[in-house]
């Protein structure tokens, strides 16, 4: 290194002086606009007067502000007041759009009145179980098929499985074909919704419950009606997409078919994709035949 260069290195390298680096402070002061709970020493130092922590850092010549321990503290539970806050929102209207409705907007696991049949207990246990078991049972895209007589508490538990998973955030639609056949029929006239955004929208929605299936109008003068096309194009986009879908009916598979005409190859196809099929007896438990691939 020539003798010149050295100099200069020497020079440029020399920590700045104490009264160098006060003044640096000092004209960054000048134009700062003072905050709450700020405090200047007479060093020309910002500081915090709750935890005395710097509110400023310099590098040589160069100074700037920054956050102490309080506010970056505050930042933080201002952030996650917003995402509580933007959460909720979210709920709220993943909540509104599963039609839950008002009979069932509350039901829970918790709320259960347990005081019923042996066989209702284990169905408990089993939907929660899908409900704990959200990720296999998405990734393996399981169902139930629940079924028993008429106030056996089959919608109670599917509204319970759906509000379960609603808390998570998961995308919910609680519906059965009636209501998925009126929606249809107003398609028809309605613009701002077309029947196959709608038929898209049961097609891959998280969770679909399908509530009550079995009581809507399969066969008319003899021919099966149009809206058994709907049902196994809803059933067959489901089960091709693997996509979790439960089903609550007061009928047995076989009396789908055979009692409800619906078609065979929708019931096949619900069959398949329902991995638990819990029947629901309404009296003193016994156990059933199922012969089944669930995991829970
Ligand atoms: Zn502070």
């Known amino acids: 290194m020539g003798e010149l260069a050295k100099m200069f290195f020497e020079t440029s390298n020399e920590p700045l002086s104490e009264e160098e680096l006060l003044t640096a402070r000092k004209n960054y002061f000048a134009r700062y606009k003072m905050r709450e709970g700020d405090c200047l020493t007479e060093n020309y130092e910002l500081v ?11 590098d040589g010549k160069f100074v700037a502000g920054c956050l102490c321990k309080c506010q970056s503290q505050a930042l933080e539970e201002q952030r996650e007041l917003e995402q509580k806050k933007q959460r909720l929102m979210r709920f709220e209207k993943l909540k ?4 839950l409705g008002e009979r069932y907007k509350n039901a829970s696991f918790d709320s259960l009145d347990l005081n019923r049949p042996q066989d209702f207990i284990d169905a408990v246990a089993r939907c929660k179980n899908f409900c704990e078991r959200w990720e296999d049972v998405k990734k393996e895209g399981l169902g139930i098929y629940l079924y028993g007589d008429v106030g056996t508490g089959k919608s109670l538990l599917t509204a ?3 509000n379960y998973l ?5 995308p919910v639609l609680f519906t059965n074909f009636f209501e998925i056949s009126k929606q249809i029929k107003k398609s028809f006239s309605d613009n701002s919704i077309t029947e196959s955004d709608f038929i898209e929208k049961l097609a891959t929605i998280d969770l679909l419950i399908i509530d009550d299936i079995g009581t809507e109008q399969m066969v008319k003068n003899g021919e099966k009606t149009w809206l058994q096309d709907k049902i196994y194009d809803v059933v067959n986009a489901r089960y091709v997409n693997k ?3 439960i089903f609550s009916s007061n009928e047995s598979l076989v009396d789908l078919v055979e009692n409800c005409g619906l078609m065979k190859k929708t019931v096949d196809r619900i069959a398949a994709m329902s991995t638990a099929k819990i029947k629901l007896q309404g009296t003193s ?3 059933t035949e199922q012969q089944e691939t669930s995991i829970f």
């Open 285 to 287: 438990y016994r156990l």
């Open 166 to 170: 609603l808390a998570k955030m998961i």
């Open 160 to 162: 319970c499985i759906g």
């Open 96 to 99: 509104q759009a599963s039609l």
């Open 243 to 245: 996509k979790p879908t």
């Open 48 to 58: 915090c007067e709750h935890c005395k922590g710097k509110r400023y850092w310099q």
